[in-house]
């Protein structure tokens, strides 16, 4: 499956952005989904992910109660509403999909596919 984010830019603190991941292919919706952040000089972290079918969701504790996950498996898109945006939300976004292997969502080991991601940036 190939995927494609889009929607980043430049908001300031306390606005929303919606981010998208495009995929392609028929079997978009027998992979669980994740969206992970990297900020400059750090690592790759996780930041929220949705099974399958949409059935469930797991944030990392930094934007629960301001971002939300979802998936409409007809239209293969992912998407990650993200509201109250803090200057440490700064990072580029990536979209991921993993298979159903009963392993952790949080680590990014885990997604075998990878998105290009997108930027961005919450001024103060």
Not at 14 to 33: E, K
Not at 57 to 85: A, P
Request: hydrophobic letters at 30%.
């Amino acid at each position: 499956v190939q995927l494609q984010a889009s929607g980043g830019g430049l908001v300031q603190a306390g606005g929303s952005l919606r981010l998208s991941c495009a995929a392609s292919g028929r079997t978009f919706s027998s992979y669980h989904m994740g969206w992970f952040r990297q900020a400059p000089g750090k690592e790759r972290e996780f930041v929220a992910a949705i099974s399958w079918n949409g059935g469930s969701t797991l944030y990392t504790d930094s934007v629960k109660g301001r971002f939300t996950i979802s998936r409409d498996n007809v239209k293969n898109i992912m998407y990650l509403q993200m509201n109250t945006l803090k200057p440490e939300d700064t990072a580029v976004y990536y979209c991921a999909a993993k298979r159903d292997n009963g392993r952790s969502w949080r680590d990014r080991s885990e997604y075998n596919y990878w998105g290009q991601g997108t930027l961005v940036t919450v001024s103060s």
